[in-house]
């Protein structure tokens, strides 16, 4: 097996895409990633659903970067863009919120801010309670900084 945290090359994660599509009805592939294209392209010929989605572990992005991001996971065909930032503070969380705040309208895409670090189980709740369209939580093993349990969301 691959051992825990050791990401797969592009073509054996390209491979585990597209062996998955038929059994999901949606899949999240980094808008950067060099898959990614390819991933929605199947994806769309399936009748599956794209999350786009950007992830800064170092901080939450400013408005113009989150702009861009919005703008290309859209043309690249995001069903659903999805930021990931790290937010050390919940005014930090607030930030990502009011930072994406309308961008997806422009776009004509949903666009969801799910903050990573030490407030990220209030600022997810926060933001699904606000309308938000995705909704993240680990089943044992957190993914990401301040990851909460898919238990502790739903409790």
Known sequence: GRPEGRPLRETARLRAYLTLLPFTDWVDVECRARIARDVV????S??????LSHHDFSGVPTRNA?????????????????????????AEVRRLEDGVAGLGVAADVPVAAIPMGPHAAWGR?????????LLYGHMGF???PGQPSLRSLIS
């Open 41 to 44: 392209k199947k994806a769309r």
């Open 46 to 51: 399936a009748g599956v659903g794209v999350i």
């Open 66 to 90: 989150l702009r861009t991001v919005v703008r290309d996971a859209a043309a690249l065909g995001a069903d659903i863009v999805k930021i990931a930032a790290l937010a050390r503070t919940r």
């Open 125 to 133: 709740a926060r933001a699904w309670r606000v309308g938000c369209p």
């Open 142 to 144: 957190p993914t990401a």
